[in-house]
T-cell receptor, first 114, second 115 residues
Framework: DQQVKQNSPSLSVQEGRISILNCDYT??????FLWYKKYPAEGPTFLIS?????DKNEDGRFTVFLNKSAKHLSLHIVPSQPGDSAVYFC?????????????FGTGTRLQVFP | KAGVTQTPRYLIKTRGQQVTLSCSPI?????VSWYQQTPGQGLQFLFE???????NKGNFPGRFSGRQFSNSRSEMNVSTLELGDSALYLC??????????????FGQGTRLTVV
């Protein structure tokens, strides 16, 4: 049972435009969400996170939105740059369970073209 | 500050053999988790260690095991290797100080190929 879903395996966006990556979750116990970026043959790199007490968090070009009622979050990248081309993973964890275990989605491959 | 270090980076083993992978977390981080990444499966949680104790375990067979030492360094072992164990194995460390939200920092991974 995939508790965290990224239904779009790939996304192609022109440089300078907005990239929107989506993530859905099913477990209502999840209350902390993270986005990671991954290049081939490297470990994931942390991008941005959001707690369930917020509905938005910004860090430079990256903004994450959380809609708890819909169990949906999205990552916005504005403006998109060619260096953003990578696989993006959404992850979730239930903080109340005193664990650092992350449940990951299957990832979305973002390609930013000139 | 050094990041998470995993050794070796690449490994080729034969079916039936066993393998040990090593992970050195960021200094001061107390929690170490292991993940398996295979094509199309994303990152699957293997286990989590905190203060030398396994705090959580994923849905993997008993051939997969791990441990954490007093200096927070961790090892994972896979016995009786199968072709399907070929994957990128990732280690992540977290501060896990019980005082708030902390993100996990990943190493570069060990690419295991079973032939």
């Amino acid at each position: 049972d995939q508790q965290v879903k990224q239904n779009s395996p790939s996304l192609s966006v022109q440089e300078g435009r907005i990239s929107i990556l989506n993530c859905d979750y099913t477990n209502s116990m999840f209350d902390y969400f993270l986005w990671y970026k991954k290049y081939p043959a490297e470990g994931p790199t942390f991008l941005i996170s959001i707690s369930s007490i917020k509905d938005k968090n910004e860090d430079g070009r990256f903004t994450v939105f959380l809609n708890k009622s819909a169990k949906h979050l999205s990552l916005h990248i504005v403006p998109s740059q060619p260096g953003d081309s990578a696989v993006y993973f959404c992850a979730a964890t239930p903080l109340a369970y005193n664990t650092d275990k992350l449940i990951f989605g299957t990832g979305t491959r973002l390609q930013v073209f000139p | 500050k050094a990041g998470v270090t995993q050794t070796p980076r690449y490994l080729i083993k034969t079916r039936g053999q066993q393998v040990t992978l090593s992970c050195s977390p960021i200094s001061g981080h107390r929690s170490v988790s292991w993940y398996q990444q295979t094509p199309g499966q994303g990152l699957q949680f293997l286990f989590e260690y905190f203060s030398e104790t396994q705090r959580n375990k994923g849905n993997f067979p008993g051939r997969f095991s791990g441990r954490q030492f007093s200096n927070s360094r961790s090892e994972m072992n896979v016995s009786t290797l199968e072709l399907g164990d070929s994957a990128l194995y990732l280690c992540a460390s977290s501060l896990s100080n019980g005082q708030g939200l902390t993100e996990a920092f990943f190493g570069q991974g060990t690419r295991l190929t079973v032939v």
